[in-house]
Nanobody, 128 residues
Framework: QVQVVESGGGLVQAGGSLRLSCAAS????????MGWFRQAPGEDREFVAGIDWRGGSTFYADFVKGRFTISRDNTKPTVFLQMNSLEPEDSAVYYCAATSAYYGGTYSPTQSNEYMYWGQGTQVTVSS
């Protein structure tokens, strides 16, 4: 079982920055992929960024365009999403998620059904 708890959302002006945190706990989290998703009202949940905890490799949605960076702190353990140059279109509830334990090769899941554990979400609002 893995638990993830997000924090760091809030209201920011366009062009500003926010850093989201995802505190992870439970068994074998180091063998999982952690991902950030977001969901705006009336929209489907969409993948934002992911990190393979085992080797630290990262992968992103195309719309991130170098504005967002996902990272991890093994000592806490926590996953971060640094978001820069925010746009009103980035407004959404942001969710942290974890896959089941994985022991194979490179794995870069981008679909929500590939993730097993989810947090409650944190609201990000970007004003124009």
């Amino acid at each position: 079982q893995v638990q993830v708890v997000e924090s760091g959302g809030g209201l920011v002006q366009a062009g500003g920055s926010l850093r989201l945190s995802c505190a992870a706990s439970g068994r074998t989290f180091s063998t999982r992929v952690m991902g950030w998703f977001r969901q705006a009202p009336g929209e489907d949940r969409e993948f934002v960024a992911g990190i393979d905890w085992r080797g630290g490799s990262t992968f992103y949605a195309d719309f991130v365009k170098g504005r967002f960076t996902i990272s991890r702190d093994n000592t806490k353990p926590t996953v971060f999403l640094q978001m820069n140059s925010l746009e009103p279109e980035d407004s959404a509830v942001y969710y942290c998620a974890a896959t089941s334990a994985y022991y194979g090769g490179t794995y870069s899941p981008t679909q929500s059904n590939e993730y097993m554990y989810w947090g409650q979400g944190t609201q990000v609002t970007v004003s124009s």
